[in-house]
Structure formats: structure tokens, C-alpha cells
């Protein structure tokens, strides 16, 4: 492919975009321009499984997808701003966040190192004109570790915006890199951009904050989004290495990791919720998988539900969690005073014989007695989230929900 061809593959979808938005008049009738964009998009993406094997000879060298990304990245970014500039913002942002994730799944999919610092850096921009600090601060991180992912630089436009305009400290920001010129280095090494470490989301979602603790409260600024979009491509990432650790019985530890990873993930989509891992108590008796800390400043729905701190149990197992496991659970969210605590279980909460009526009735009990609520997250409640059926934050709420009330009837019309 000649570099003249690239240019003109790019410029012929260029025009396809702007026939579309002259088509259905982006004033008029948006929704209907969006869903044509993103149409045109979506399909000169999947056109193009052999992107790697396309780019003109002079770049092929050039980090893989980076240049074929980029310049993708430019376009969704020139739509998004048409649709900004008259007034449909949250299609500008909506049409962002597909190409972040459609961009991860392409990587996911070839399984090389694909570009899209950009498109974060301009949802943070978007964030901060609506005056959303955590979200501008998430997506500014995402650009800043994507940035760390392709090559091993400080600055960036990302690093402008969160040392100028955000406030986060340069301190933050050199620990940040450790960790992402970290996650490049095993990527290259292991030539695996499928990886969870292969992603920016795993720098700012994991790494960042499970072990860096005293720096973690960067992520804990006040947003009005109620949840973050959850990356399909990263938590399948995540959960390839759930299951994978789960198949080595020896690697125990491993396998418990890779749960409370995911974990952590998915608390860290609602704004202001921070993981701790592996906290333990002062004579060191007993050990908590994850203190899950909501540091919104302000007073919001999900704290006056499920309080201020809670507390979380992973069991990356073969067979259910059984009444001695469910019941020292309990006992440690009362130990702790908390009022709420997830089971992470692969097979739910059962036992065998007589045992399993006795580990299901265990949490209703201890509802009654001192009104703690303990809900259990199952594989299939993961595949729920893989598949886009509901967010986290939308089945903790049901969950909950179910345990205090019951399940709702189904009601037809």
C-alpha cells in the first residue's frame, strides 16, 4: 500500500462523514446524523482486520496501528466537535467513548499496540467546559497512560492538563509513569498487546490505585457522572485472566489477584469509590480483600445506601462458597461496623446437604440481626456486564435491591 493510497483511503472517509452530516442535517435531526456517523465509522473499522498488514512501507516500523489510529482518532474527534459546537454535547461525548472502546477492540482483536491518547484528552477537555473535574481528571490519566504506553516520554498534552488545569501533583504524575513505561516495557517484551497491562484503563484503574495509596486521591474528585463507561475490550482482558489463573490450581494467589483486580476495576467506575487491597486488622488475625472507600464530597445516593466504607470478599473458586466462608465474611463486615459487603464468587454462594440452606440463609439473618446487607456478584452476573446488559452501578443497586425487597414480578405492558 503507498502512502498516497493511504491518504486517499482516509479522505474517502473523510467525505462519506461529511455527506452524512449534509444528509441528515445535524441540526435537524442529530440523533439520526449520529447514528449515521458512527454506521460509517464502525464499518471502515471492521473493513479493516488487516490494518497491520496495510500501512504504506515508510511508517511500517512506525509503533504498529499508531499511525492508521491516529489519524482515526482525528476524525471521530472532528465529528465530535461538529456535534459540540451545535449543542449536542452528549452525542459528542457518547461518539468519544465508542471510539475509545471501539479502538481498544480493535487492539484486542489483532493484537497490536493501537493509539488513543487523543480521543481521551479531548473527553477530559469536554469534562472540564462542563466544569465535571473527576471525569476531566479520569480521562486526562487515560490519555496521559496512553501516552506512557506507546513510547517513554513526561509530557504530552495530557500532562499539561492535569498539572495546569487540574492540580494533580508532579509527584502523582512521575509514580504514574513508573507504572506505565512498566506496562510498555512487558507488553514489548512479551510482543502481547491483549494483555490487561496492555491497556491504558489498567494503569489508572489498578495499578495506580491498588499500590500507590497515598497518591490514589486523585481519583477521588467530586463528578457529576454517575458512573464511567465501562472498556468491553479491557474487561475482557480481565476476565480471559480470571479464568486463566483459575485453570493453574497451584498459582492460588494468582488467581485471587486477578479477581480483586477486576474488582477494583468496576468499583473504580463510579466517581469518588477508591479500593484499598489487602488491608488486615491490628493484631493481624484477619485480612480484607478490598475496603472500597466512597470519598465524593459531597452527600450522593449511593453512600446514604451502602455507607461510606464497605468491604469485599474475592473467591476465584471451582465450587461455590460455602456457610463457614459466608459466615466469617459477615463477621468481618461487623467487626468492621460497615453496613454492606460483595462477594466476588464465581459459583455463587451454596454449600452441599444440609449446608446449603444453612450458607443462604446465613445473610438474611445477619440482615435482621444487625442490618448489614451482603449481596453476591456471580459469573453470570459478569457476563451481564460483558454483554452491555446493565452497569455496575446498576446491579449493585438491583442487587441490593433484591436482597432487602425481594425480586420484582414481571410485569407485561
Known amino acids: 500500500m503507498s502512502y498516497e493510497d493511504f491518504q486517499r483511503d482516509f479522505a474517502g472517509l473523510s467525505t462519506k462523514l461529511d455527506d452524512a452530516l449534509q444528509q441528515f442535517n445535524l441540526q435537524l435531526s442529530p440523533a439520526d446524523a449520529y447514528d449515521a456517523c458512527q454506521r460509517i465509522l464502525d464499518s471502515w473499522l471492521a473493513d479493516r482486520s488487516d490494518l497491520h498488514e496495510r500501512l504504506p512501507e515508510a511508517i511500517t516500523q512506525e509503533n504498529n496501528l499508531t499511525y492508521y489510529s491516529q489519524h482515526i482518532c482525528i476524525l471521530y474527534l472532528e465529528i465530535a466537535v461538529k456535534f ?14 465508542h471510539g475509545w472502546n471501539k479502538l481498544a477492540e480493535r487492539q484486542q482483536e489483532t493484537g497490536y499496540r493501537i493509539y488513543r491518547a487523543s480521543i481521551a484528552l479531548n473527553l477530559a477537555q469536554f469534562a472540564y467546559f462542563r466544569e465535571d473535574i473527576g471525569a476531566a481528571i479520569w480521562w486526562a490519566l487515560h490519555t496521559q497512560a496512553d501516552d506512557h504506553l506507546g513510547q517513554d516520554w513526561k509530557g504530552g498534552h495530557g500532562y499539561d492538563v492535569l498539572r495546569t488545569a487540574l492540580g494533580v501533583s508532579q509527584t502523582a504524575l512521575e509514580v504514574f509513569k513508573a507504572i506505565g513505561d512498566n506496562n510498555r516495557s512487558m507488553s514489548q517484551a512479551q510482543n502481547n498487546w491483549r494483555a490487561p497491562n496492555a491497556f491504558a484503563e489498567d494503569d489508572v484503574i489498578v495499578r495506580f490505585v491498588l499500590e500507590k495509596r497515598a497518591l490514589s486521591y486523585v481519583l477521588g474528585s467530586q463528578s457529576i457522572t454517575p458512573e464511567y463507561p465501562i472498556s468491553m475490550a479491557y474487561f475482557a482482558a480481565l476476565l480471559a485472566d480470571v ?10 494467589k494468582q488467581k485471587g489477584n486477578a479477581l480483586e483486580k477486576l474488582a477494583a476495576y468496576l468499583f473504580l467506575l463510579i466517581p ?11 493484631k493481624q488475625t484477619a485480612e480484607i480483600d478490598l475496603v472500597v472507600r466512597n470519598l465524593q464530597p459531597n452527600a450522593n445516593l449511593m453512600a446514604d445506601i451502602l455507607g461510606r466504607y464497605f468491604i469485599v470478599e474475592c473467591k476465584n473458586w471451582d465450587k461455590p462458597v460455602g456457610s463457614r466462608d459466608v459466615g466469617y465474611f459477615l463477621n468481618k463486615i461487623r467487626q468492621s461496623h460497615a453496613s454492606f459487603g460483595v462477594i466476588f464468587s464465581r459459583e455463587g454462594i451454596t454449600g452441599d446437604g444440609d449446608e446449603e440452606k444453612a450458607a443462604k440463609e446465613l445473610t438474611p439473618r445477619a440482615f435482621h440481626e444487625d442490618k448489614s446487607v451482603c449481596i453476591v456478584i456471580s459469573r453470570s452476573d459478569l457476563r451481564r456486564l460483558q454483554n452491555g446488559e446493565t452497569t455496575f452501578r446498576t446491579l449493585l443497586l438491583e442487587l441490593f435491591e433484591e436482597f432487602r425487597f425481594g425480586r420484582p414480578k414481571n410485569v407485561e405492558g
Open 84 to 97: 459540540f459546537t451545535q449543542g449536542a454535547r452528549f452525542s459528542a461525548i457518547a461518539l468519544l467513548i
Open 243 to 252: 479464568d486463566r489463573k483459575r485453570e493453574k490450581q497451584s498459582e492460588k
Open 272 to 282: 469518588g469509590w477508591l479500593p484499598l487491597r489487602s488491608v488486615q486488622d491490628e
